[in-house]
């Protein structure tokens, strides 16, 4: 009930390619959904977040699209650089428990 | 910096020593968290402490002990640990419950149980 699954669990694309990740959740309670960058070496910071509210939100590059009925999430990047390698994790929480529920992660490669 | 400070950044310890991690914010935030990270698994919620009491204790063994003097401050203390124990130790901290944006975390404890 309270897992995040993510996919795929590592990702490969060329310098200005789409990269998408994917996440689906069974706890229709949640109601706040952040993904976090990571870099090696350092702490997974946050990039952007959504609430099930709307279906999609852009920041930059970045897009999170959501899919309330489905009970998935996803995020998008696009334009990809060789600096937007590192591991990608999907989140959610139910707002008034503040604990978040990751998912397992997703290494992504941007070749130059 | 994050706002978020852990020391050391990384700690090699043999299984009968005892060792603890330090974790501090400067971020007025009122709640902080105590994750382990281990290779190709999802963060795991070790603890919670929310305006300096524990809420939360998801069934870590007691060779893990959390102290929270105050609310910027967050200790892990570690004894008797076991090799599998050896993972990237994350402190992270958010403030409220109505404007809950997430954690800022710190870069981590690096810990290697030998």
């Known amino acids: 009930q309270q897992q995040v699954k993510q996919s795929p669990q590592s990702l490969i694309v060329q310098k200005g390619g789409i990269p998408i990740i994917n996440c689906a959740y069974e706890n229709t309670a949640f109601d706040y959904f952040p993904w976090y960058q990571q870099f090696p070496g350092k702490g997974p910071a946050l990039l952007i977040a959504i609430r099930p509210d709307v279906s999609e939100k852009k920041e930059g590059r970045f897009t999170i699209s959501f899919n309330k009925s489905a009970k998935q999430f996803s995020l998008h990047i696009m334009d990809s650089q060789p600096g937007d390698s590192a591991t990608y994790f999907c989140a959610a929480s139910i707002g008034s428990a503040r604990q978040l529920t990751f998912g397992s992660g997703t290494q992504l490669t941007v070749l130059p | 910096e994050t706002g978020v400070t852990q020391t050391p950044r990384h700690l090699v310890m043999g299984m009968t020593n005892k060792k603890s991690l330090k974790c501090e914010q400067h971020l007025g935030h009122n709640a902080m968290y105590w994750y382990k990270q281990s290779a190709k698994k999802p963060l795991e919620l070790m603890f919670v402490y929310s305006l300096e009491e524990r809420v939360e204790n998801n069934s870590v063994p007691s060779r893990f002990s959390p102290e929270c003097p105050n609310s910027s401050h967050l200790f892990l203390h570690l004894h008797t640990l076991q090799p599998e124990d050896s993972a990237l130790y994350l402190c992270?901290?958010?403030?409220?419950?109505?404007?809950?944006?997430?954690?800022?975390f710190g870069s981590g404890t690096r810990l290697t149980v030998v």
């Open positions: 992270a901290s958010s403030q409220g419950q109505a404007d809950f944006y997430g954690y800022t």
